[in-house]
């Protein structure tokens, strides 16, 4: 007997739009950052490695932008959008933490229409690691290639005087303070050390992530790829979040 599926919507459409341009500048920025981090064994020349910096940087912009109106989506959205639907550590984490464990006890998994609680750890370590990325990165562009939303205050806290600010450029220590420039550079080093590591754990946190995506799309088949694509997931049994 053929099990009967229903159809459920999930994610709107601000919350799918933002997922894809996520995707496509999460990968740009780290084929870029990738290339930046090898450019001596690739034998990038300094004018490469600016235009390979500058790349970065405008991706990043997206990325910010992306990440920022998402955050801000997350209050007000649909129900499934809020983060009150996505953060662990909250009343309906914890209810559904319960359900979840029942199920395993009696036999019956309990399917989530919205993000699982375990996805929900993970989805909120992504964005922390996302905003630590976002926030560094802006800094670093005004510190290193003199980009917005901090190149032109960076410019004008380095230059030797008003008359000089227009001429400094990146890669270039014409009309700038020596003294002035050791102290931004020293101000810079938490930023690019918070962003270099943190780097590598969003790069793990993504493949365990697509991980357990995998995983949970074969194993409970309710359309948790695809409903990035149409909003909606199909189950069986109706959602334990479901409305």
């Known amino acids: 007997m053929t099990q009967?599926?229903?159809?459920?919507?999930?994610?709107?459409?601000?919350?799918?739009?933002?997922?894809?341009?996520?995707?496509?500048?999460?990968l740009g920025l780290i084929a870029v950052g990738v290339?930046?981090?090898?450019?001596?064994?690739?034998?990038?020349?300094?004018?490469?490695?600016?235009l390979l910096k500058t790349i970065h940087v405008y991706i990043g912009y997206v990325f910010a932008a992306n990440l920022t109106w998402r955050i801000v989506w997350g209050f007000i959205g649909n129900r499934y959008?809020?983060?009150?639907?996505?953060?662990?550590?909250?009343?309906?984490?914890?209810?559904?933490?319960?359900a979840m464990k029942k199920g395993a006890k009696t036999g019956k998994p309990i399917g989530f229409l919205g993000h699982s609680p375990i996805a929900r750890l993970m989805v909120g370590l992504l964005f922390v690691l996302m905003s630590a990325q976002a926030i560094t990165g802006l800094v670093l562009a005004g510190t290193d290639v003199y980009m917005l939303p901090f190149g032109n205050i960076v410019k004008e806290s380095i230059a030797i005087d008003a008359t000089t600010v227009d001429i400094i450029k990146p890669y270039s220590k014409e009309g700038i303070d020596d003294a002035a420039y050791k102290e931004m550079r020293d101000v810079r080093k938490p930023f690019i050390t918070v962003h270099y590591y943190t780097?590598?754990?969003?790069?793990?946190?993504?493949?365990?992530?697509?991980?357990?995506?995998v995983v949970s799309e074969l194993r409970e088949r309710n359309s948790l790829v695809s409903a990035m694509f149409t909003g909606k997931k199909v189950f069986?049994?109706?959602?334990?979040?479901?409305?």
Do not use: M
């Open 4 to 26: 009967q599926l229903t159809a459920y919507p999930v994610w709107d459409r601000t919350v799918r739009i933002f997922h894809w341009i996520n995707v496509l500048c999460v």
């Open 199 to 213: 780097f590598w754990v969003l790069l793990a946190a993504i493949l365990l992530h697509l991980l357990g995506v």
């Open 35 to 50: 290339a930046i981090l090898n450019s001596k064994a690739l034998g990038v020349t300094d004018d490469g490695k600016l």
């Open 81 to 98: 959008s809020r983060w009150k639907s996505i953060l662990p550590f909250n009343a309906e984490h914890r209810a559904q933490l319960t």
């Open 236 to 243: 069986v049994d109706k959602p334990f979040d479901a409305e």
